[in-house]
């Protein structure tokens, strides 16, 4: 693999004061989290997002959609952190300045160890009300699924971005901000196809910063990008860490 990063990438990120990393469902799929677009295992070539991940499919069916997040979930507490997800945590302690935007709703991340992940789809353990929008942690079981809100009686749903809503506010004003200011931007494991994530690597480009592309398979991002690191990103996030930092990677 050593034969895939160039010398003038091991340089560029040696010296980076500043790298901002955008994750996508790619980088979970060597914890056994499905991806969303692959034609195979992808969920949503199982699953038809419209009767699933809008509200208004909520309010048509809010069991159906309930009972399919509490499906997810239980794979995603069951899943654990893979290398690629520890790389990028070890890294957070090798660059002065790094910041972690994810699209993924999981938290592997932030249990490998990465702090202030900028979460821009929200995260699919935590439960929010579907009427007021606050956080709900503890609810009383009483038979009702979904279950309802302590204060004010409405649906709970889970607290991510279904089709058609807005992205939490300061978490994507945090991803512009990181993205137009860093010197190196990785983009790993997603497809480049969902806004407005998918434009930040190109507002990166267009700040002056080197993109390198971590994907087994070309995305729109591909052609533009300054560097493309085709395969796992368990594999080469690592692999990265102990060329680029002489580090091997520590396993929390
Ligand atoms: P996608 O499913 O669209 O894309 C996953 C990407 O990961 C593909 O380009 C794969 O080639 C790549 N991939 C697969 N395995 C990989 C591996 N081991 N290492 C590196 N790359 C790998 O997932 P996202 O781009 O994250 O939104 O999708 C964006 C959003 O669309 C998701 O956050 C979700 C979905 O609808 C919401 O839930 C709001």
Request: a neutral charge.
């Amino acid at each position: 693999m050593n034969n895939l990063i160039s010398l003038e990438l091991v340089r560029m990120l040696k010296k980076a004061r500043k790298i901002t990393v955008l994750t996508g469902a790619g980088t979970s799929a060597e914890s056994g989290v499905p991806t969303f677009r692959d034609a195979q295992e992808g969920i949503w070539a199982h699953y038809d997002p419209q009767e699933l991940a809008t509200t208004q499919a909520f309010r048509r069916n809010p069991r159906l959609v309930w009972e399919w997040y509490e499906w997810r979930r239980n794979r995603i507490r069951a899943a654990t952190p893979n290398p690629g997800h520890y790389a990028l945590a070890q890294m957070a302690s090798l660059v002065k300045n790094l910041t972690l935007i994810t699209q993924n709703v999981d938290g592997l991340h932030q249990l490998a160890g990465s702090r202030d992940v900028i979460e821009l789809h929200g995260n699919i353990l935590r439960n929010k009300c579907f009427k007021e929008k606050n956080i709900v942690d503890t609810w009383t079981e009483n038979g009702s699924v979904p279950p309802r809100c302590p204060e004010c009686g409405d649906f709970l749903r889970p607290d991510v971005v279904w089709f058609g809503e807005t992205l939490p506010g300061e978490a994507l004003k945090l991803a512009l901000q990181a993205s137009a200011s860093c010197d190196v931007f990785l983009s790993a494991g997603t497809s480049t196809i969902v806004e407005p994530a998918a434009s930040l690597p190109f507002l990166a480009l267009r700040s002056g910063a080197c993109v390198v592309e971590i994907n087994p398979v070309p995305t729109p991002l591909t052609m533009s990008a300054t560097y493309v690191l085709s395969g796992y990103s368990g594999e080469i996030i690592p692999h990265l860490i102990n060329h680029v930092w002489g580090e091997t990677i520590r396993y929390q």
